[in-house]
């Protein structure tokens, strides 16, 4: 009897110790879920965390990239970007695509060829950085003259995986003004030194031409001359008086010097020039005329600068004169606004001067016939502004010409 009121106690027992068991697994379960729960909600805030982070650094890299964009679009040099071994164009900026002439959307063989070359004679591995060279390329029918300057572009991932990366980086700058620059800087050394030159050899051949000059007029004089001999004076003359006048030209036009000035009677040194002129005018057979009504006026004025401006003009008119032709100086008093002024004009029955050329007449070099180096005018028009006068021309093509001078009296 006693055993079978024990039983029930005893399973009584083992279920309240079940349940007692269960409720701690429970509590324990509970809470494990709730650490599991704090945990999952630290993760998801890490997360979150690093997600913001994340963005915030996509937006970084995208607004560097379109800033960087910005900036190459921008940049007065020109930027490209190839692959050398695949040759394909990566990236062109605006300004390679102008000083290229090719679109954005260019391919490798929209390239220059020079361009192509180029960068092919140094797509090797071995290109160092910062390797720069010159190319010449066509556009528009004009000549450029291009600064490329090569990086290499070099992957991290690709160094690691063994393979060096094939991308150029090009920096292109047009370098065609400082290119023209240079050449006209070398020309300009070249011109300086013929001109100390022909200043050196025309000083040294100046003295041996008066020698001729005195010698040729005693020559002149001789009365035991034949007409061939006195024909054969006059054109040795000629000759003389024509080399003196391209010599003093030189001197005049490269070392100027200081002008004598005084007051002068215009009519005399006219007079006096024009028959030092004259046996050039007999050996061409142009009859050479002067019709002078200066009444002694006077002008402030350098005799020697005055008689090579005369010779200058005679000799012009007399290259374009032909034979039969007539050279006619007049010179006459005018009344100006700016007070009584002298006129002095130069008429020959020449062929004449082109329209088109007559704006470039006194400039230096210019010669219509190119057997000249082009400085009698040019020496003519310096020596009328340091008598503080004027130059003026006018001309019929196939009529003549006149020069007209003006020169301020006293």
Known sequence: MQAVMEAPKMAERQLVDAFTAFIGAADRLEDTHRQLHDEVAELRSQLEERNRALASSVAETERMRVLLRQILDASPCGVAVLKTRSEEVVLLNPEACRLLDVPESARWRDLPGSLQTAVKAVGGESCSHGHEQEILVEKDGRRLWLAIRHSRMTSPIEETGGVASSCLVLIISDVTAHRNAEQEREKSRNIIALAEMATVLAHEI?????????????????????????????????????????????????????????????????????????????????????????????????????????LNLACNALRHTQAGGAITVTAALKAMASGQTAVVEFADTGSGIRPEDLPHIFKVGFSTTGQTPGLGLTVCQRIMEQHNGTVNVRSQLGRGTIFSLQFPVL
Do not use: W, Y
């Open 206 to 310: 100046r003295n041996p031409l008066g020698t001729l000059e005195l010698l040729t007029g005693c020559l002149a004089g001789d009365p035991g001359l034949g007409e061939e001999s006195k024909r054969c004076v006059q054109h040795l003359r000629a000759g003389v008086r024509s080399l003196s006048a391209t010599v003093n030209n030189v001197l005049c036009f490269h070392n100027p010097g200081t002008q004598q000035m005084c007051p002068l009677d215009l009519g005399s040194v006219l007079k006096g020039s024009i028959e030092f002129v004259r046996p050039l005018a007999q050996q061409k057979g142009v009859e050479l005329t002067l019709r002078e009504a200066l009444n002694s006026a006077q002008i402030s004025g350098d005799s020697n600068g005055l008689r090579q401006m005369i």
